[in-house]
């Protein structure tokens, strides 16, 4: 069975991935309403929202950094670009989000176009370095000269005043908000079933279902004669050059692809909640979907998306537990053995989220060079290996070796 | 007239001279080795061919057209392949995914990219892969991570990625040197039949003398960057210049 030009393997693979992203909702909501555990439920629109954008952004990084081993340490800027992009089109067209995100696409591909043609004249640390200035300028420029497109500080926001000349009927004395031919994306159903609220939301279900072909696009690459060639390049550029290939060409093809995958993103932040600001430019947030991209396992498919899940559940779930929450935790204790313990966690939890992340993160590097795929494939192998046992248990057999 | 003459080549390495008016003219469809002690300036020589060095003086044509200056990737495509000394393979990828890639960086060159192929789908690549692979003996290892293999095999590997371009001139530097001895008699075999059977001309730089004296129609000695003599391996074998050259006369 081949399905959108994709092998069995793959076909199950992109099935799993449909029906993992479909049944999110559910996924992310395991802990029941009244429970103490239900701070970590995760099902909520805003955050669901958020894995499947920046999957989105990692995904595409991934095009870029897993297949041909150029780091940019810039992206953000395409991200913020397509952000703006698509406020603008808020602004001027319509409160539509198609026209939003097809604008964010084309602008932030252009913009990648010029900063990767002029950064990938270099290679290795020289290539990172003009990524990195290119994205800082766009971050000043966004907060100096071109404050009449970004509205500097304040960000770019929707005004009572905007024209939208497609949706004249938006005119009112309340902001419209984004929807999809009528559809709004702050829309949600929700459940409640075994005490638990499920919540279905319009705007989760639209970025997922971009995210998806996300996910296929990066898919096919992978698969392609393209997407052999950049990893041909990431190995060795030399002998790519003496095979006849100028690999200029390829890079910047995937530093385009990547830049407009980060345009989407933005897009997509945007067309969640209309408004963008220059912060998402900057280096921080570059750095993050580096970060994002080898946690989760640089080249591989999956890798990037769990390392995006992974950093968001951080930064909006494990960066909940305050004081408070850790002493109903351990309130059983003693009260000189609770303190103690509070005060050695408390560093690593609430605002020390960052500490905690970066410590997993080193971890990770030097452990699980491969990220978190890599952590599945030896748990995977464990297995495997465990029931070859079983099977030849004179211990005749040679056992085949994991991968 | 040669299918690559150099004339006057020179290049130097800061005080070390290690090109010296280097004049070689090589036959289209023949093999031509060239020999010399370590330092002699052949690796420089072929570095010179391929981009990878501009020589200080000299020129350098290949089917009459000049090389200087000319890109590696160019001169690839103009049908020079080069398997190195130190073996230059894509070593994260498998043994397979090597051989494919020369194929189709000759079928699509820099510009034309297929996104939404599958390689998998690519019959025709995979054919000529897959009987490359036989004709270097190394099908059973298609699968193997090429970072894996023992240095023969790499060089065997890389011998196969430029074979596989079918190209014009071949060259070759110490493709036995590190091989077991039968892989080395192998790889004789198979650059044998290549010989015979393409249109290819070959310039090959090697220590072992059996293997250089199998092979070559031409031999060229060199030695402190300059050419010594140039002769039929018959009358190189009894020549006093190459004994001194070798028991380190200089
Ligand atoms: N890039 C370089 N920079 C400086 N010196 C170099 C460079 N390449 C080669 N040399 C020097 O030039 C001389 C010739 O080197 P070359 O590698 O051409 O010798 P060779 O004949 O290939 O020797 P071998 O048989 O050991 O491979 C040597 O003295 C070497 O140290
Ligand atoms: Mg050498």
């Known amino acids: 069975m081949t399905f959108l030009g994709l092998n069995e393997r793959d076909t199950r693979f992109l099935l799993i991935v449909v029906a993992l992203t479909m049944f999110t909702p559910f996924l992310l909501q395991p802990f029941a309403e009244n429970s103490g555990l239900a701070q970590f439920?995760?099902?909520?629109?805003?955050?669901?929202?958020?894995?499947?954008?920046?999957?989105?952004?990692?995904?595409?990084?991934?095009?870029?950094?897993?297949?041909?081993?150029?780091?940019?340490?810039?992206?953000?800027?395409?991200?913020?670009?397509?952000s703006y992009s698509a406020v603008w089109m808020f602004k001027l067209l319509s409160m539509n989000i198609i026209p939003a995100i097809i604008l964010?696409?084309?602008?932030?591909?252009?913009?990648?176009?010029?900063?990767?043609?002029?950064?990938?004249?270099?290679?290795?640390?020289?290539?990172?370095i003009l990524t990195l200035a290119f994205a800082q300028m766009s971050f000043n420029l966004a907060y100096s000269v071109l404050t009449p497109i970004t509205n500097g500080e304040t960000g770019l926001q929707l005004t009572l005043s905007d024209p939208r000349i497609l949706d004249p009927e938006s005119i009112t004395n309340s902001l419209p908000s984004t929807s999809l031919f009528g559809l709004e994306m702050n829309d949600s159903a929700q459940w409640e079933v075994f005490g638990r609220v499920f919540t279905f939301s319009v705007g989760y279900y639209v970025c997922a279902v971009i995210a998806i072909i996300a996910f296929y696009i990066s898919l096919r690459i992978f698969r392609s004669p393209f997407g052999l060639m950049l990893r041909a390049i990431k190995t060795n550029k030399?002998?790519?050059?003496?095979?006849?290939?100028?690999?200029?060409?390829?890079?910047?093809?995937?530093?385009?692809?990547?830049?407009?995958?980060?345009?989407?993103?933005?897009?997509?932040?945007?067309?969640?909640?209309?408004?963008?600001?220059?912060?998402r430019m900057q280096w921080t947030a570059s750095g993050e979907v580096v970060l994002m991209t080898i946690l989760g396992g640089a080249g591989t498919l999956m890798g990037p998306v769990l390392g995006a899940g992974f950093i968001k559940y951080f930064e909006n779930i494990f960066s909940k537990i305050n004081d408070n929450?850790?002493?109903?935790?351990?309130?059983?204790?003693?009260?000189?053995?609770?303190?103690?313990l509070i005060t050695l966690i408390h560093p690593f939890v609430g605002k020390g989220w960052h500490l905690t992340l970066g410590m997993l993160f080193m971890l990770v590097v030097i452990f699980l060079p491969g990220g978190l795929v890599e952590l599945g494939q030896r748990i995977a192998g464990l297995f495997r290996r465990r029931k070859a046992e079983d099977r030849s248990d004179d211990g005749s057999k040679a056992t085949t070796p994991a991968e | 007239m040669g299918i690559l003459e150099v004339k006057g080549v020179s290049k130097r390495f800061g005080g070390l001279k290690a090109l010296d008016d280097v004049n070689i003219t090589v036959k289209e469809n023949t093999v031509h080795a060239i020999i010399g002690p370590n330092g002699a300036g052949k690796s420089t020589f072929l570095n010179c061919l391929v981009g990878k060095l501009i020589p200080d003086t000299g020129s350098v044509m290949f089917e009459g057209q000049?090389?200087?200056?000319?890109?590696?990737?160019?001169?690839?495509?103009?049908?020079?392949?080069?398997?190195?000394?130190?073996?230059?393979?894509?070593?994260?990828?498998?043994?397979?995914?090597?051989?494919?890639?020369?194929?189709?960086?000759?079928?699509?060159?820099?510009?034309?990219?297929?996104?939404?192929?599958?390689?998998?789908?690519?019959?025709d690549i995979i054919a000529l892969a897959e009987q490359m692979l036989i004709d270097v003996n190394m099908i059973d290892k298609r699968h193997a991570h090429s970072a894996s293999l023992s240095r023969g095999d790499k060089r065997r590997l890389e011998m196969a990625m430029c074979l596989s371009q079918?190209?014009?001139?071949?060259?070759?530097?110490?493709?036995?040197?590190?091989?077991?001895?039968?892989?080395?008699?192998?790889?004789?075999?198979?650059?044998?039949?290549?010989r015979d059977k393409r249109d290819i001309t070959m310039a090959?730089?090697?220590?072992?003398?059996?293997?250089?004296?199998?092979?070559?129609?031409?031999?060229?000695?060199?030695?402190?960057?300059?050419?010594?003599?140039?002769?039929?391996?018959?009358?190189?074998?009894?020549?006093?210049k190459v004994q001194e050259a070798y028991l380190g006369g200089h």
């Open chain 1, 325 to 340: 929450v850790l002493h109903g935790w351990f309130a059983f204790m003693p009260d000189g053995l609770e303190d103690a």
């Open chain 1, 41 to 82: 439920n995760a099902g909520y629109p805003d955050l669901m929202q958020r894995f499947a954008i920046y999957g989105i952004f990692a995904i595409g990084f991934n095009i870029l950094f897993g297949l041909t081993g150029y780091l940019s340490f810039g992206h953000a800027a395409f991200l913020g670009v397509g």
């Open chain 2, 166 to 194: 079918s190209p014009k001139l071949l060259l070759l530097d110490e493709p036995t040197a590190g091989m077991a001895r039968a892989d080395t008699n192998n790889t004789i075999d198979l650059l044998k039949e290549i």
């Open chain 1, 104 to 128: 964010a696409v084309i602008v932030s591909g252009l913009f990648a176009l010029l900063i990767g043609f002029i950064s990938l004249r270099r290679t290795g640390i020289y290539f990172s």
């Open chain 2, 204 to 240: 090959i730089i090697e220590h072992d003398m059996h293997v250089v004296f199998s092979l070559a129609e031409r031999i060229t000695v060199m030695a402190q960057g300059t050419p010594l003599v140039e002769d039929t391996p018959d009358n190189i074998k009894g020549h006093p």
């Open chain 1, 238 to 279: 030399t002998r790519m050059a003496y095979t006849g290939l100028n690999t200029r060409p390829y890079a910047l093809a995937a530093f385009v692809i990547s830049g407009m995958y980060a345009g989407l993103a933005g897009g997509l932040l945007a067309s969640m909640d209309p408004l963008a600001g220059a912060e």
């Open chain 2, 66 to 123: 000049s090389l200087l200056g000319v890109a590696p990737h160019k001169i690839n495509q103009m049908g020079i392949s080069r398997v190195f000394q130190t073996p230059e393979i894509f070593a994260d990828l498998t043994v397979f995914e090597n051989v494919l890639i020369p194929l189709f960086a000759k079928r699509d060159g820099s510009y034309r990219m297929h996104a939404f192929e599958t390689v998998e789908n690519e019959a």
